[in-house]
């Protein structure tokens, strides 16, 4: 089960971090995701980290502004957003796949969590 939370209402410019725990697996063997959909908009990518947590791999938008960190003793992973701009409102997920990080990035993983939304106003 993967369950995220930590969204909210933040203003364009300030910082929101996200959590995705991750219960029932052996968590460190997965590779785990952020992913996001906006009203209307396809799904994006956002970001992902592999089992170790030593490859990280980010969409085109949110490189510079984001990070994603893993804590395989908490069963947790981090998305931290600094610099958030109105058009990074959307609702966040986390995803995990125990094959490769690629299958996060086009969206296709083993598991989805529910996600958690995230309001940045102008």
């Known amino acids: 089960q993967l369950q995220a939370s930590g969204g909210g209402l933040v203003q364009a410019g300030g910082s929101l971090s996200l959590s995705c725990a991750v219960s029932?697996?052996?968590?460190?063997?997965?590779?785990i995701g952020w992913s996001r959909q906006a009203p209307g908009r396809e799904r994006e990518f956002v970001a992902a980290?592999?089992?170790?947590?030593?490859?990280?791999h980010y969409g085109d938008s949110v490189k510079g502004r984001f990070t994603i960190s893993r804590d395989n003793a908490k069963n947790t992973v981090i998305l931290q957003m600094k610099s958030l701009k109105p058009e990074d409102t959307a609702v966040y997920s986390c995803?995990?796949?125990?094959?490769?990080?690629?299958?996060?990035?086009?969206?296709?993983?083993?598991?989805w969590g529910q996600g958690t939304p995230v309001t940045v106003s102008s």
């Open positions: 995803s995990a796949d125990s094959r490769n990080l690629q299958r996060l990035v086009v969206g296709t993983p083993d598991y």
């Open positions: 029932g697996r052996t968590f460190s063997n997965y590779y």
């Open positions: 980290i592999t089992w170790s947590g030593s490859s990280k």
